[in-house]
């Protein structure tokens, strides 16, 4: 498994990369700090705006990425047999990401600071761009790490769930864990006189499917690794995944991938579950 973990000296970062040990055993980890100086970044600029000690500050943050880095490295675990280490003046999150397309990654992690969603869009954060623009699944952490022994597993549909499986299956947990499998069938808001014999009967058809949406998939994880339940509830989607989280150690979801403008307008159930939820989010692409 080739996993990337972005570091910084917030304790987060640090929370991130003993989460992802308490969930795999990657034998392939590359740790990214980008060294963000900003309008200086470019030398020919503090030239032009006779910035006094330029060349020291710009040596002294370089450092302190290679000492950030280094102290993330001895936390890997053991069993790692390959580490790399990228320090690099730049945008932290482009160089995440670009790291990740370079090895072809199975795994981003980053640890997020609890920014509010209007923050994130009119600020930027590292986390709210790599979930933005991944390619690749990725695990936000929010807190510190915690042993993992209840994961919350949210579908939408068999597609969700085909890669849900696949995931799983390639990638087990370090640990047995119990999975929940959960679907939400959103209410159609229709009552009353308006709620004849047709709706009834797909209502039903809804629900049946449903239920055998979450048994089919919970049977095909059914394992050594794995205890697995099942539940359909009704409501919105990532208000429902919210709720059932609170007593979870990680939740496992889908992105579909809308992006920029589109994901500000209409929403995204990953999205709003990585902002709600307070234990890590492991959103599948």
């Known amino acids: 498994m080739r996993v990337i973990i972005g570091v910084d000296w917030s304790d987060q970062a640090f929370a991130a990369v003993s989460q992802t040990f308490q969930l795999y055993h990657p034998a392939d980890v590359t740790l990214v700090h980008g060294v963000e100086l900003g309008i200086l970044e470019h030398p020919f600029v503090a030239q032009a705006g006779n910035v006094q000690g330029y060349?020291?500050?710009?040596h002294a943050m370089v450092d302190s990425g290679r000492q950030v880095v280094e102290r993330a490295a001895a936390m890997v675990?053991?069993?790692?047999?390959?580490i790399r280490k990228v320090n690099k003046i730049g945008n932290p999150a482009?160089?995440?990401?670009?790291?990740?397309?370079?090895?072809?990654?199975?795994l981003v992690v980053i640890g997020a600071r609890g920014r509010s969603r209007l923050s994130e869009v009119v600020l930027g954060s590292v986390s709210h761009r790599i979930l933005m623009h991944s390619s690749h699944p990725t695990l936000i952490v929010k807190g510190a790490?915690?042993?993992v022994q209840r994961v919350l597993v949210a579908i939408e549909d068999r597609d969700d769930a085909d890669r849900v499986v696949r995931w799983l299956m390639q990638h087990p947990f370090a640990d047995p864990v119990e999975l929940q499998v959960i679907h939400a069938v959103v209410p159609i808001g229709v009552n009353g006189p308006y709620a004849g014999p047709e709706i009834s009967a797909w209502v039903e058809d809804v629900q049946r499917y449903a239920e055998e949406l979450v048994r089919?998939?919970?049977?095909k994880l059914v394992g050594a690794q794995h205890t697995v339940a099942t539940k359909v509830v009704q409501g919105n989607p990532a208000a429902m995944i919210e709720q059932e989280a609170k007593d979870m150690d990680l939740v496992v979801v889908t992105s579909h991938g809308r992006k920029g403008i589109s994901r500000f307008l209409l929403g995204s159930v990953s999205h709003a579950v990585v902002h709600h939820v307070t234990c890590p989010v492991l959103v599948l692409r």
């Open 55 to 58: 060349d020291d500050f710009r």
């Open 77 to 82: 675990s053991a069993e790692t047999t390959s």
């Open 94 to 106: 482009q160089l995440i990401l670009d790291s990740a397309n370079n090895v072809s990654a199975d």
């Open 145 to 147: 790490a915690r042993k």
């Open 216 to 219: 089919s998939t919970a049977g």
